[in-house]
């Protein structure tokens, strides 16, 4: 009874273990995809768990071919791993964990473009319950940087159909990246009759993807300073990223519907004497157009959009009119300006040139010039400013009084526009010498002075010069000057002279006399005392010499003796009733003949 008891026990324990042997699973837990970029390393996790426990299993690695078949690489038992050669990831996987931790990694190093599959991860139990899991494996690649071309040549806003504006490019990507065409930052969508893009994708030999765009606009005349770029988006693992290109813009032709004509300079009002520099532009964009500038008043023309007048006198102001003809359809429309050239005549004085007044009364003189802008004048006598107006009051005139006047007219609003006039006022009246402190002179004699006479008066005095010999002369080298006239009289002095300068005219006379006192020449006087005091010198010299017998005269016949005394001492005997033949002692005592010394 027992035996057969314990039997149906272990019946029923071995029929235990085998039930729970058909129920036990194994489940396996993978990322649904892994990212990387072209070149980096890939781990792929294989994450597993079994209700029969995980100990004893087998694990298998698998990738799926582009046909759907699933390719084996990798083998791992209790006892055993092995990389599946003849692969194309032979020699680039490798596999961390046994397994036994409920997980295992593959390891993908430097992946391709054509790593990009599914991979399987197969786990089986010792109850040979397997489960698997799949994990795609995405690859990346950044492209190069976009670049942009515009086009060349402008584009006309009389175009039925859209224009185009450029193309953008964007090379080596992958997965293949996204352009987007901007103008002034908002982004334009495809419109038929607007706004056209044309995309175009290139497959590289190395399996990256090159996009071409091509834009195309229908342009109006505000699109002229429009800027146009693209926007390249590409993705690259866990993110999107983005770059833009250069910003560009193009040339658009448009006809005008205006004219504008300006003076460049000088800026504000115009003076004769300025260069003027008119600027003429329309406000149209064509390479066809022709522009040229008209005085209307001498209908004088020129071809150009820029006009220099050097020089301009009022005959230049006038209307000048500017006129853009478009070549291809020959409309034309025309602006116009005014320009003024400001002026001011020469000074017109009243009395002109010359006035003459009598000594005690009063004169009034006007100065004004003709001008296109109020003037102001002002009057000036020998460089000081003597009045403020237009008008010179000179009351109670005298020989001070006379001389010239200058009156300078200026435009205060404008710099350089000037004009003078000059007045010669004449005082009337008898002369008046302008006494000199030097009237008593010293000279000395034989030397020339010239005496001066300067005269007040007018009409212009007539000067003579008596002398105290009693002559009269006439001074050739008389000259009139603002106030008078000025004499020069040149007299040789020979002893003491009294010169008279006497000026006489219609209204009267004057005299200034000159005392000039002769001296003798010091120089000579010195030269002379000096020689007669050498001569006496030299006199007593000789006379000296004479006594102390340096010195023999000739008298007739002399008789010398010798006396041998001392032969150093020399005997002159000397008769005077012939001293021509005088003789000489040598030293030596001999007796010689004058003509042997």
Not at 258 to 287: F, M, Q, Y
Not at 352 to 359: F, G, H, R, S
Not at 367 to 385: I, M
Not at 535 to 555: D, E, M, N, P
Request: glycine content about 8%; some cysteine.
């Amino acid at each position: 009874m027992a035996l057969r008891d314990a039997r149906s026990l272990l019946l029923g324990l071995l029929l235990l273990f085998h039930v729970w042997g058909a129920w036990a699973e194994v489940e396996v837990n993978m990322e649904d995809r892994v990212e990387v970029l072209r070149g980096d390393m890939a781990q792929i996790d294989c994450m597993f768990s079994s209700s029969g426990g995980i100990g004893g299993t087998v694990i298998q690695w698998f990738y799926v071919t582009q046909s759907g078949e699933k390719q084996n690489i990798y083998y791992q038992d209790a006892t055993m791993n092995y990389v599946q050669k003849g692969t194309r990831f032979a020699e680039r996987i490798s596999v961390n964990g046994t397994g036994d931790t409920g997980g295992v990694v593959l390891t993908i190093s430097d992946v391709q473009l054509k790593d990009e599959r599914e991979f399987i991860c197969l786990v089986k139990s010792q109850t040979e319950a397997a489960g698997e899991g799949r994990t795609r494996l995405k690859v990346f690649e950044i492209p190069d940087l976009p670049s942009i071309e515009g086009v060349q040549t402008g584009i006309s806003v009389d175009e039925d159909n859209p224009s185009k504006i450029g193309v953008c490019e964007v090379k080596n990507g992958y997965p293949k990246p996204n352009i987007t065409w901007y103008r002034n930052n908002v982004p334009l969508r495809v419109d038929r009759d607007v706004v056209k893009i044309s995309p175009s994708t290139t497959t590289e030999s190395s399996g990256l993807f090159s996009i071409r765009s091509e834009l195309s606009v229908k342009v109006a005349r505000e699109h002229k300073d429009d800027l146009f770029y693209c926007e390249v988006t590409y993705l690259v693992p866990g993110e999107t990223r983005m770059t833009e290109s250069d910003r560009i813009n193009v040339t658009v032709y448009y006809p005008a519907t205006a004219v504008n004509v300006w003076v460049e300079s000088p800026k504000g009002k115009v003076k004769e004497g300025d260069s003027i520099e008119l600027h003429c532009r329309d406000n149209g964009n064509t390479p066809s157009s022709l522009i040229s500038i008209r005085h209307v008043e001498t209908d004088e023309s020129w071809d150009n959009n820029m006009l220099v007048l050097d020089n301009v006198t009022r005959l230049n102001s006038g209307v000048y009119q500017c006129t853009s003809l478009d070549m291809e359809t020959f409309d034309e429309i025309a602006g116009e300006t005014t320009v003024f050239v400001n002026y001011i005549d020469a000074a017109v004085l009243i009395p002109e040139d010359i006035a003459i007044v009598t000594q005690g009364q009063e004169l009034t003189a006007t100065c004004n010039a003709l001008s296109s802008l109020q003037t102001r004048a002002v009057w000036f006598k020998n460089g000081e400013e003597v009045s403020k107006d237009h008008s010179l009051m000179l009351k109670n005139v005298s020989f001070d009084t006379a001389g010239t006047y200058t009156c300078v007219v200026t435009v205060p609003e404008m710099d350089g526009m000037e004009t003078s006039g000059s007045l010669l006022v004449r005082v009337q009246g008898p002369p008046h010498i302008i006494k000199t402190d030097n009237t008593e002179i010293e000279e000395t004699l034989e030397t020339t002075v010239d005496l001066s006479c300067n005269v007040r008066g007018f009409p212009a005095p007539l000067v003579t010069w008596t002398t105290s010999d009693g002559q009269i002369r006439k001074t050739p080298s008389q000259k009139e000057t603002e106030e008078g006239v000025q004499s020069v009289f040149s007299v040789k002095v020979t002893s003491d002279i009294t010169a008279v300068c006497e000026a006489q005219n219609d209204f009267g006379s004057d005299n200034l006399t000159f005392n000039i006192k002769a001296k003798g020449n010091g120089v000579i006087i010195a030269v002379i005392i000096i020689l007669i005091l050498l001569l006496a010198i030299l006199g007593s010299v000789l006379y000296f010499l004479y006594k102390k017998g340096k010195i023999c005269g000739r008298s007739g016949k002399q008789d010398l003796t010798k006396q041998k005394s001392n032969k150093d001492n020399i005997v002159v005997e000397m008769k005077s009733d012939n001293t021509e033949e005088a003789v000489l002692l040598a030293v030596n005592g001999e007796k010689h003949p004058p003509s042997d010394q």
